[in-house]
């Protein structure tokens, strides 16, 4: 028998936890809106749980981002809100000295975080700052990048190899009218004239994760997120126990092709789950089949096959995605029948 995480069929995914930690963009909000169920099933959550929220997004700041949450029903003070740009600037002291000159890549709520450490700011490479720090900002376009480039080049030519930080590699950001490129496309086009790789704050590094822990006292945190290449890595890296929520980035075909870095304990439709019994997945002996509240899907040659459908659709993803993983096959090489992830 193979538990599906931590619980058995009578708990619920947080029993045990001591902290929630929440991903925004695709798990409680899109854009400017609330995504259904998420407002009510965390504020259930904080009745008896601490609940902070980390977000890789840059471009705003902790208070701006908490006055949004209130807004959408949830009771959040800034204190509560781990941002990007909070986990950089931890990096970035280990880096300069105290009161050092940074070029800053990015928007307010960047900025913001960096001045509050003590450092002093320019947008100007011919300043010769320090260090560099870069984060997403909508604002953000190729003279931003191109000074960000000369700072690091010029530094270089100079015999000095001056830190870059960036605040998180996110290829793309889900906003109101779809999705869009992240902070990862912009520090991919300074990489490229650059030569080098930044220092990384954001999921999927372990940064960011340590400064909410830290902050929040968790002994036993439970994160929640939409995206298996950064949140649910990310976790991964930190030792935390992760959930996937169906509401974001990634659906059901992304999560059954997971690797074993970025595989979530928990697969939740919607938010109001957290709070629902999660069952157990019972593999068979020969380990080919797995078996969730009903619903059994067997590994046969090259083929996946559903056995049983179960009467919930979330179970019949999880127990293909238990006997896929299961295989050590990658997605590749197997046959997978659309209907268990395009009928979602």
Same mark, same amino acid.
């Given at each position: 028998?193979?538990?599906?995480?931590?619980?058995?069929?009578?708990?619920?995914?947080?029993?045990?936890?001591?902290?929630?930690?929440?991903?925004?963009?695709?798990?409680?909000?899109?854009?400017?809106?609330?995504?259904?169920?998420?407002?009510?099933?965390?504020?259930?959550?904080?009745?008896?749980?601490?609940?902070?929220?980390?977000?890789?997004?840059?471009?705003?700041?902790?208070?701006?981002?908490?006055?949004?949450?209130?807004?959408?029903?949830?009771?959040?003070?800034?204190?509560?809100?781990?941002?990007?740009?909070?986990?950089?600037?931890?990096?970035?002291?280990?880096?300069?000295?105290?009161?050092?000159?940074?070029?800053?890549?990015?928007?307010?709520?960047?900025?913001?975080?960096?001045?509050?450490?003590?450092?002093?700011?320019?947008?100007?490479?011919?300043?010769?700052?320090?260090?560099?720090?870069?984060?997403?900002?909508?604002?953000?376009?190729?003279?931003?990048?191109?000074?960000?480039?000369?700072?690091?080049?010029?530094?270089?030519?100079?015999?000095?190899?001056?830190?870059?930080?960036?605040?998180?590699?996110?290829?793309?950001?889900?906003?109101?009218?779809?999705?869009?490129?992240?902070?990862?496309?912009?520090?991919?086009?300074?990489?490229?004239?650059?030569?080098?790789?930044?220092?990384?704050?954001?999921?999927?590094?372990?940064?960011?994760?340590?400064?909410?822990?830290?902050?929040?006292?968790?002994?036993?945190?439970?994160?929640?997120?939409?995206?298996?290449?950064?949140?649910?890595?990310?976790?991964?890296?930190?030792?935390?126990? $992760?959930?996937?929520?169906?509401? /974001? %980035?990634?659906?059901?075909?992304?999560?059954? #092709? !997971?690797?074993? *870095? &970025?595989?979530?304990?928990?697969?939740?439709?919607?938010?109001?789950?957290?709070?629902?019994?999660?069952?157990?997945?019972?593999?068979?002996?020969?380990?080919?089949?797995?078996?969730?509240?009903?619903?059994?899907?067997?590994?046969?040659?090259?083929?996946?096959?559903? $056995?049983?459908?179960?009467?919930? /659709? %979330?179970?019949?993803?999880?127990?293909?995605? #238990? !006997?896929?993983? *299961? &295989?050590?096959?990658?997605?590749?090489?197997?046959?997978?029948?659309?209907?268990?992830?395009?009928?979602?």
């Amino acid at each position: 028998m193979l538990k599906f995480g931590r619980k058995t069929v009578t708990s619920t995914p947080l029993d045990g936890v001591d902290v929630v930690l929440a991903d925004l963009d695709g798990v409680v909000y899109a854009g400017p809106s609330a995504i259904p169920f998420a407002v009510d099933a965390l504020n259930r959550a904080a009745e008896t749980l601490r609940v902070g929220y980390i977000t890789n997004n840059a471009s705003r700041t902790d208070q701006s981002v908490a006055d949004h949450l209130t807004e959408l029903g949830l009771a959040v003070a800034a204190a509560d809100v781990v941002t990007s740009p909070q986990a950089a600037v931890r990096l970035l002291a280990d880096q300069v000295a105290p009161g050092a000159l940074i070029l800053v890549i990015g928007g307010d709520g960047l900025v913001n975080e960096v001045e509050k450490a003590g450092f002093l700011v320019t947008r100007s490479a011919d300043d010769k700052p320090a260090a560099v720090i870069q984060g997403f900002a909508p604002d953000v376009g190729w003279a931003h990048l191109a000074e960000a480039s000369f700072a690091l080049n010029n530094a270089a030519a100079d015999g000095a190899e001056i830190p870059w930080i960036a605040t998180n590699t996110d290829w793309t950001i889900p906003v109101a009218r779809g999705i869009a490129p992240g902070n990862g496309t912009l520090v991919s086009a300074v990489h490229t004239a650059v030569g080098r790789l930044p220092i990384v704050a954001g999921k999927p590094e372990v940064a960011i994760f340590t400064e909410a822990t830290n902050r929040f006292g968790a002994s036993q945190a439970l994160f929640i997120g939409d995206r298996l290449d950064t949140d649910i890595l990310g976790a991964n890296r930190a030792g935390i126990p $992760s959930v996937l929520v169906l509401t /974001g %980035i990634d659906k059901a075909k992304q999560v059954l #092709a !997971a690797d074993a *870095a &970025s595989r979530p304990q928990f697969i939740l439709d919607d938010l109001r789950q957290l709070h629902e019994p999660y069952p157990e997945t019972v593999m068979s002996k020969d380990g080919s089949s797995a078996t969730v509240a009903g619903a059994t899907v067997r590994i046969r040659g090259n083929d996946v096959e559903v $056995s049983a459908e179960g009467d919930n /659709g %979330i179970n019949l993803l999880r127990a293909a995605c #238990a !006997a896929i993983w *299961a &295989s050590g096959r990658p997605i590749y090489g197997l046959n997978v029948p659309e209907r268990l992830y395009l009928d979602r």
